[in-house]
T-cell receptor, first 115, second 115 residues
Framework: AQKITQTQPGMFVQEKEAVTLDCTYDTSDPSYGLFWYKQPSSGEMIFLIYQGSYDQQNATEGRYSLNFQKARKSANLVISASQLGDSAMYFCAMRPPLLNEKLTFGTGTRLTIIP | DTAVSQTPKYLVTQMGNDKSIKCEQNLGHDTMYWYKQDSKKFLKIMFSYNNKELIINETVPNRFSPKSPDKAHLNLHINSLELGDSAVYFC??????????????FGPGTRLTVL
């Protein structure tokens, strides 16, 4: 069974600072995918970034990067130069290698950017 | 050009009623999912369909019945609604693949309130 742990229920960060959201995972599969989603107060789930377990480089998408440490089973999301619009819930999720498989989500981190 | 759409966005109903939520995706994906987000924001898979065929059926009461008339649509019908069914229901879709192509894209969610 797969498990995702997000240990930070809430974080407050000053605008323009970088922020790291923690995510650790547990799986016995050698192949898996890791995802981060953002859920603003409006409620939609927005895909941010993907990291494959065999990817050699850390994933980056604009201001988002993923600090992937496979041996530690961690996949932390780094947001550079935070903006007020980054205030939201952030979910880490994992998907096993099988086709059509579900995402297993962590409990989320509520990020608040302070002006 | 909405990618994954759900209707209605809000649904308020009495206990014991039957209701349906509709989902449509125009991304050309062949796999669709229903997730439930509870009051603590925890997201959990309910069902997934691939090309109209049921693939995942988590431990969900029989009162919940998904229906996929074609691979672009996945509806959720709920019979005899109970107070505990109050939640946000998300539809999602993805390609039937692995790696980054397996990214699931979510609809805006349907907030169901059972009185």
């Amino acid at each position: 069974a797969q498990k995702i742990t997000q240990t930070q229920p809430g974080m407050f960060v000053q605008e323009k600072e970088a922020v790291t959201l923690d995510c650790t995972y547990d799986t016995s599969d050698p192949s898996y995918g890791l995802f981060w989603y953002k859920q603003p107060s409006s409620g939609e789930m927005i895909f941010l970034i993907y990291q494959g377990s065999y990817d050699q480089q850390n994933a980056t998408e604009g201001r988002y990067s993923l600090n992937f440490q496979k041996a530690r089973k961690s996949a932390n999301l780094v947001i550079s130069a935070s903006q007020l619009g980054d205030s939201a819930m952030y979910f880490c999720a994992m998907r096993p290698p099988l086709l059509n498989e579900k995402l297993t989500f962590g409990t989320g981190t509520r990020l608040t950017i302070i002006p | 050009d909405t990618a994954v759409s759900q209707t209605p966005k809000y649904l308020v109903t009495q206990m014991g009623n039957d209701k349906s939520i509709k989902c449509e995706q125009n991304l050309g994906h062949d796999t669709m999912y229903w997730y439930k987000q509870d009051s603590k924001k925890f997201l959990k898979i309910m069902f997934s369909y691939n090309n109209k065929e049921l693939i995942i059926n988590e431990t969900v009461p029989n009162r919940f019945s998904p229906k996929s008339p074609d691979k672009a649509h996945l509806n959720l019908h709920i019979n005899s609604l109970e107070l505990g069914d109050s939640a946000v229901y998300f539809c999602a879709s993805s390609y039937n693949g692995q790696g980054a192509s397996s990214t699931q894209y979510f609809g805006p969610g349907t907030r169901l309130t059972v009185l």
